[in-house]
């Protein structure tokens, strides 16, 4: 049974049990509750599992793709050194949403894993969480499994999902693979690399409280996750992960690259299963979306880029290894996940540039390093790990694992310090998850007690409603909930309507719609008039004129990402979006600034869409139907079976929940204003359309009117005029610099009366370094000196400093100026030794400083 084998029988075992197949969520999980990566195949389910949204199935069944790098499950520094931890794997699970429990959960497995796959059952151990006397005696009076291979575990055994909320006891599976792999004892006595975990159930029946107190949930869950890789080496009969279908063709292809045999030595076979396990993480990281940042899940993936890449310079492999192992990757996963051969030109492009990068700096930040440690230094200081941080690219985390393989650790306190100094603080004042835990409660008991806000926006922009809820939340400030709303809530880069709500009783100004929980909108209210009370009848009517202008933006954003894929080319992905009333906001996958012409022709292309006013359509359709018709996703927005694909003329295709023009000719005029780098393989476009393009052109109109006024020319003639103009002024210019040379010929020869034998120190304001430099050497050449230095004040603000020595002179210039500049508080210099400049705060101390230089020169 190879991999593609065991996720079918897997999956038709719990289909035939009433299971709902769902297919693997993106490896980017969307609750704010959820962790960086998709880890878990629970993560997609976690809203049902705390209750927010009404699960459409009670049973499931997924093969989830999964990262683990980051957080509490983070593996990185076990890959390669054990026979059972990746960075990417693929959890089998089954899940239950309130409908059976222990007493369905434990056979099922069981009967799975002996029956289906054929594992010998004498072989299996169990564990239980300590006082779960149901799930043991379940194991031995259902199952009949052996009462010593029932092992009772602490907190191993109990699983949370953060300091409140869903928890409960979990039952682990393990496989005894005999006494050449250990100690014997079972699960927690004998060797781990004997007793390999292989499932692991989670029975959810309490809610921690935040008193800590555990109270009875009303319908307890299944989670259950078990690791593809592992059972795939029981049941290929290899002796490890590494050995299986699904990662030794990576790992050949890896001995290919590096000319080193696997099983030689384990240094080397290290490095080959980093190769092999960071290339599938990296594949389907870039492959969801993901591009090498230094924030977040971008500098994660840097991560592991550059580490693989590290472990193959390691091995003396000069040449790119990233392309190849990314082709090994996709060509292992192709059945399974096919959307990888369609997105592998984008993902090898993606990565062989991230590697070429570091490769030019890697050899030098080696060098930096190897020079630290061999000084005798047992610590890297933190500003030199910053240093290869921000001039190398080398992650900290790969300073510190190359430090510790030469015995030596890295002062992070240090390298914090100047990641603080460097870091942006605007970081901080993001935008917060919508909902505080304070709220979190109130807003799902809402929810639970009367039921999910129904949108009703798409086709009106007025509806008459019920209240059912306010949650003040400061003077005069609420949080209103209806029971059905025309506002639209933001989300997919459409920001939130405004508008008004009313009662018999009071009016509330709504300044923004949020999303409270994924069911339930939140409209943020300034209280104008009287009050407003739960239960009351409500007119709630939004801000029409501002969403007609939001309607225009968004579907001009469709219309404009199709334009940049037939422009730049397929490798454009939508990295995130803003449609605002004023504006649009694009951001995606490229590699180099947009040219001029390449601009025009996305605005062409647009335009010609606008002017055809073509219809745009609305279907809802299943999720794998919308796949099917080539509909795009942005990859960071969550969908459900059930989607909405929007068409906007003939040439654009996405699932989209916003609000949209009916016609394409709605739009008007369409223009970009602004392209740039928002990051490594990162663009930004900003746009506008309809009347803010016509108010763009006004206003471009009246500064071209006041341009020619000032020119004195007809607006036509304002660029003939300014030519004209700039003419004038460079033949000005170059007058002002003949006479401004001519002057400091003339100083150069009053000053050159001044010399002390072959040596001259004066004080001269009213230049800058620069001049002061080239009058220093004109005193030099006049009067065949061998010493000048100049200094003064350009303004009386700063200091300045110049000094020339003769060819072939023991001076040296920056020797020279280096003191006098420390004492009117700068530096400077250079390396040059026959001329130097220097600058500095401190005028007041000119003359001090000079009088040092001729101490220094005997003058």
């Given amino acids: 049974m190879d991999a593609n084998a065991l996720r079918r029988a897997f999956t038709q075992f719990f289909v035939d049990r009433g299971h709902m197949a769902v297919p693997s969520a993106g490896l980017i999980p969307h609750h704010p509750r959820a962790p960086l990566f998709t880890n878990a195949g629970m993560n997609q389910f976690i809203p049902y599992f705390l209750g927010e949204e009404s699960p459409p199935y009670p049973r499931a069944t997924s093969i989830q793709k999964c990262v683990r790098v980051r957080g509490k499950h983070d593996d990185i520094d076990l890959i390669g050194r054990t026979t059972r931890h990746l960075t990417f794997f693929e959890m089998l ?85 005999g006494p050449e792999w250990g100690e014997e004892g079972g699960p927690g006595v004998g060797g781990e690399e004997r007793y390999v975990e292989v499932w692991n159930l989670v029975f959810m029946q309490f809610d921690r409280q935040r008193d800590g107190s555990l109270q009875p949930l009303p319908k307890p869950n299944i989670d259950t996750g ?46 080959l299963r980093i190769l092999a396990d960071h290339a599938r993480s990296v594949t389907f990281l870039v492959g969801d979306g993901v591009v090498p940042s230094n924030e977040d899940r971008g500098y994660v993936l840097r991560r592991l880029i550059r ?19 990314v082709e090994a990757c996709v060509g292992v996963m192709r059945e399974a996940y096919p959307e990888l051969v369609a997105s592998q030109a984008l993902i090898t492009d993606i990565v062989a540039r991230e590697e070429a990068r570091f490769r030019a700096t890697l050899r030098a930040g080696l060098a930096m390093l190897d020079a630290e440690i061999s000084s005798g230094s047992s610590t890297i200081p933190g500003e030199v ?120 009783s009071g009016r509330a100004a709504v300044t923004d719609t949020t999303r409270a929980l994924p069911d339930l909108y939140r409209h943020v209210a300034r209280i104008v008039e009287g009050e407003i009370r739960p239960g009351q009848v409500a007119t709630a009517t939004i801000d029409a004129e501002r969403r007609s202008a939001i309607r225009r933006n968004h579907t ?145 109109d009246r500064e071209i009117t ?72 004109k005193v030099r050449n006049v009067a065949g000196l061998e010493v000048v230095v100049l200094g003064g004040s350009p303004d009386g603000s700063k200091a300045a400093l110049a000094a020339v020595v003769a060819k072939g002179s023991a001076r040296s210039a920056p020797e020279l100026i280096g003191p006098p500049a420390r004492t009117v508080g700068g530096g400077g210099g250079g390396r040059n030794p026959e001329h130097a400049t220097a600058g500095g705060r401190d005028p007041s101390r000119l003359d001090e400083a000079l009088d040092a230089v001729r101490s220094v020169l005997g003058a």
């Fill in 226 to 271: 078990a690791g593809l890789e592992r059972i795939l080496t029981l049941v290929e009969g290899v002796q490890t992960i590494w050995d299986t279908s699904v990662l030794r063709p990576v790992i050949s292809v890896a001995e290919a690259l590096t000319s080193r045999r696997y099983g030689t030595d384990e240094a080397t076979d290290v490095s």
């Fill in 307 to 325: 580490r693989a890449v590290r472990q193959a310079f390691a091995l003396g492999v000069d040449k790119q290894v990233t392309p190849a192992l």
């Fill in 556 to 700: 001009g954003t469709h219309l404009l990402h199709s334009a940049l894929r037939r422009v730049l080319g397929e490798h454009v992905k939508q990295q995130g979006s803003l449609v605002a009333p004023d504006r649009l906001r694009f951001d995606f996958t490229h590699y180099h600034p947009l040219g001029e012409t390449e601009i025009a022709q996305v605005e062409d292309i647009v335009n010609a869409q606008i002017l055809s006013d073509g219809d745009v359509s609305v279907r809802v359709m299943a999720k794998v139907d919308a796949d099917a018709a080539g509909a795009f996703a942005f990859f960071e927005d969550k969908y459900g079976d059930q989607v909405r694909v929007v068409a906007a003329g003939p040439a654009s295709l996405e699932l989209c929940g916003g609000t949209h023009v009916r016609r394409l000719g709605e739009i008007g005029p369409f223009k970009i204003v602004s392209e740039g780098s928002i990051g490594s393989n990162l663009r930004r476009v900003e746009a506008v359309t309809g009347t803010a393009t016509l108010e763009r052109m006004r206003q471009a």
């Fill in 385 to 504: 790990a910053f240093r290869l941080h921000d001039t190398h690219g080398f992650p900290i985390e790969l300073t510190r694992e190359i430090a510790a393989e030469r015995g030596a650790v890295v002062d992070e306190d240090g390298f914090a310090k100047e990641m603080t100094r460097q870091r942006d603080q605007s970081r901080a004042g993001g935008k917060a998850p919508a909902g505080s835990d304070e709220r979190l409660g109130e807003y799902r008991k809402l929810l639970a007690e009367r039921g999910a806000t129904l949108f009703v926006g798409y086709e009106t922009t007025t509806a008459t409603t019920t209240v059912t809820g306010v949650i003040p939340s400061g003077d005069d400030e609420a949080e209103i909930f209806l029971e059905a709303t025309p506002f639209y809530a933001e989300g997919g880069g459409q920001v939130g309507d405004v508008g008004f709500i009313e009662t018999d």
């Fill in 706 to 777: 006041a341009c020619a006024t000032l020119l004195r020319a007809r607006p036509d003639e304002v660029i003939e005029a300014l030519e004209r103009r700039l003419g004038e002024l460079r033949a000005l210019q170059g007058r002002l610099e003949d006479m401004e040379r001519s002057a400091l010929d003339g100083r150069a020869r009053e000053l050159a009366g001044l010399a002390a034998g072959t040596t001259l120190v004066a004080r001269v304001d009213g230049l800058n370094p620069d001049q002061l430099r080239e009058l220093a050497a």
């Fill in 93 to 177: 699970g089954n899940f239950s949403f309130g409908d059976y429990f222990k007493e369905m959960a434990i056979p099922l497995a069981w009967e799975l894993l002996t029956e289906v796959l054929g594992l010998e059952a004498d072989r299996l151990w169990v564990s239980v969480y300590r006082d779960d006397d149901e799930a043991a005696g379940i194991w031995r009076n259902s199952v009949g499994i052996a009462p010593e291979r029932i092992v009772r575990m602490d907190e191993d055994n109990f699983w949370e999902m953060g300091d409140t909320g869903p928890c409960g006891p979990c039952s682990e599976i393990y496989f005894d693979r």
